[in-house]
């Protein structure tokens, strides 16, 4: 009996403690307490700055330089941890105290959220060539231009950028798919808003770039999205403690290259091969290097950002300040930037009504080099025994001979400045409703305001009154008249305004194993133009003036001198109404299917062509979803797709292309006497005109191996353009005006793409990913006619008009051949003096050759290949990135050098080095030939950048600090004897360098990015 008290007491006791237990458990897990860890990303690095919230509370902090958080939650409670580029992570608390937490980058997981038309879609989902590059993954360096940031980073992408600060890239995707100049850049959207404008942007607030190549992903955007759609998505505020950051370099940049020309012994000692000597004006027993003059030996760049961010789970925030400035290498060329941004984005009802602001401004100062491929050509051609200025400090000229002009005088002299302010302001509405269906509501306004000046003081009027103007290519140099004396200003200030309302319902639904995604929406578009006007004035009383005071000039007092308009400006009113609809079936998640279909409808085009019709289809199959797929070994995803769509290209239009206008035809005679007021057609009617369209079929492969540290993709598309518009010369008996324009003939792009993205090690301390993409397209023209009223064989492009040579053409566009098909002379060598010999139709050498008669294709500018290959290593806290980029089977003719090619002129003006062992009798010498059409292939080192990351806690209050060093274009492989061979890819004259080679440069950066807590 005693036992069994015994045991009953210690049985009591025991139940006793167990409640005791089970009351403290209860209260331990009821009570909160300091959760610790670490956050990582899928390369165990640290993820600094991301946003720690636990779930339903208002409690939120944000992740240190180590990755280190620190939160108080309790047991079973939720932490979200969220940070741009990256998939959300959601840890349940548990008994432990401390968490080692990864989270995976959304680049690095088929099902990412990439950005679409009117909505997003996961990578796993698209049935559409997409390719995405994060804000970071950018090009860096002192780069405004988004055409450069994304150089070699998207295949497909072909992108040129010359040295000119003030000029933007030329961007070309997959081919272009039009012969007019100005209409071949892809439709920019930033955060929804359709053709934004880009200079908004500053680098550090872009977070992803979306870029849509084929038509199927592009067609929603109807007839501005023929070259593709660049989908710009800017960063956005996370709720947290408000983050603030400073982004900041300062860099120097050098002439990466210079031309070797003769200096004054060397040109003296060559004309004395020859019994030949300089003129007495010429020779002034100087020795200048005129490159030195022309250019600055340093041109500094400055950059700095500082933004903050941060607000709760209902209100979330961002905003940031960015100034950039550039020196051009040109002595008088510099950009400067001011960009402002202010986000906002309110929940509320719930989180089923979400509401976003943001509003962007930027203000542009251009200080531009006045007739600048006219001062490029003089900086080479100017002789080097010509002083810059004379014993009295006045600038040298010799005015006896023609089209020669001290570079350095005309750079100071002349004045041309451009101020451009875009203001951005975009309302979005998100509500959910019942039923898995969402309403949006999108109210954008964009405002752009121009003001360009130039002046030309007295030396110009009286010295360069009649210079000889260098344009871009396709167009013809000519001699440009200053009408008037003692200085000449204009000044004209034009502002567009673009606003535009876009309102959809989508409606996202799951029964069972099917997933269907629907958007039905509408849009409405107006844009106001060129609303300004344009002044000039001349005869002032002072150099002094500029261009600030027109009104103290006295222009009544020149004779036939007019206060002018600009004629290549007229006022636009553009509006546009569309409808779109896009449907994704999803089935298990193997097997998808897309359709869409847009209307336009704009008064651009004829009255009898106002609507537009631009449908897709899409399919693909996740292969890797297949039971049979399940033990395939290395290889972890495989998706099969395949798509078909068709976009539409509207750019440069105008409501009056189509219009029958009456305008000055020059003067008629009365009674043997010229009179002024000739008024005739200019422009033929044509009531159907209609947009250029594009098809494009794109099949693609996407690819996973080795659990994903290798993944890639691969597309072959097919691209044909229809309904090209061109103009042709027509009999003034049949039409009113000279010329028509019409829809008449084709064109097709064909390619390849491929792209492998890597991280072949992966430790605790060291990481190297790699990413390498390459790109082949062949462009041909199809058709120039239409078997009817419009039939040409080819039209000849491009004519340098080098002294000599007037009527020289160097470009055909022909049926068969690409656009930048090199139509030419073939040079055959020398004959016993020395002198060139060419090639004539039949085959036979001459000296003499005719124009086009005598022309032979000799290839075209476009690359067959564009590579671009990316590394980004880290050990510990030192990373390191390097990038290089190639151009393979590019051909470029060398206009430059065939000018710079003249041994019996060098009397008159400088040659290049090479040219000593050349005949002064080679009166032929720098005629344009297949002897100056150069391998352009390059291989560049475009950036390298090496920065260190301070450990936590060196300052207080600060939380991350960043030293990095950048240097750019390090070194470029080539056989190309020009400046460089990255010469112009967009236009209809491609490959071209004609005296507008702005020279590129060598940066090196110093930069700091510091994140405060």
Known sequence: MRFKCTRLKYSGLFMLLLLISQVFNVAYAQTERKITGNLLDNTNQPVIGASVSVKGTSKVTSTGTDGSFSISAKTGDKILFSFLGYQTKELTVGTASTYKVTILESTAALNDVVVVGYGKSSRKALTSSISTVKGDDLNRGAISDIGQMLQGKVPGLNITKNGDPTKNAAIIMRGASTLRDGAQSPLFVIDGVVGADISILAPDDIATIDVLKDAAAASIYGNRAANGVIMVTTKKGVAGATQIAYNGYFGVENVSNRYDMMNADQLKAFLAKSNSALTPANDKGANTNWQNEVQRSNALSYNHNVSLSGGTEKTTYNASLNYFKQEGIIKTSDLDRFIGRIGIEQKALNDKLKIGLNISNSVTNANQVPYRNTVLSQMLTYLPTAPVKNPDGSYFDNLIQTSYYNPVSMLENGTENLKNKNILGNLTVNLKLPFGFSYDVSASYQNSQNIYSAFYNSIYTSRYNNVRNTPEPPATPSFVTLVGKDGFAQRNAYQSTNKIIETY?????????????????????????NDGF???????????????????????????????????????????????????????????????????????????????????????????????????????????RGSYGIAGNSLGFAPLTTKLIYGNVGQFYYNGSPREGAYGAIQNENPDLRWEKTATTNIGLDFGLFNGRLTGSVDVYDKKTTDLILTFPVDNNLYPAPSYTANVGSLSNKGIEVVLNGTPVSTDNFSWTTGFNLAHNKNKIISLSDDSRFNIEDRLTVSPDGAGQSGATIQILQPGQPIGTFFTFKYAGKDANGVSQYYDAAGNITKTPLNKTDYYILGNAQPKALLGWSNNLRYKNFDLSVFMRAALGVKIMNVTRADLFRPSTAQFTNILVEVENESTADFNAPKYSSRFLENGSYLRLDNATLGYTFKKGIIPGVNSIRLYTTANNLFVITGYKGIDPEINQGGTAPGVDTNNFYPKTRTFLFGLNVSFN
């Open 505 to 529: 319902l989508t409606w996202n639904k799951k029964f069972g194993d099917h997933d269907i995604n629907a958007v039905v929406g509408y849009s409405y578009q107006q844009s106001l133009n």
């Open 534 to 640: 344009q002044a000039t004035s001349t005869n002032f009383p002072i150099n002094q003036v500029s261009y600030n005071n027109l009104s103290l000039g006295n222009p009544y007092a020149v004779t036939d001198f007019r206060v002018d308009y600009n004629p290549g400006t007229t006022y636009q009113e553009i509006l546009m109404i569309s409808d779109f609809a896009r449907v994704n079936y999803n089935y298990k998640n193997k097997y998808l299917l897309q359709g869409s279909i847009r209307r336009d409808g704009s008064n651009v085009f004829g009255i009898n062509e106002t609507w537009g019709y631009y449908p897709s289809v899409g399919a693909a199959w996740n292969i890797d979803q297949e039971n049979f797929f399940k033990n395939a070994g290395i290889i972890k995803t495989l998706k099969l």
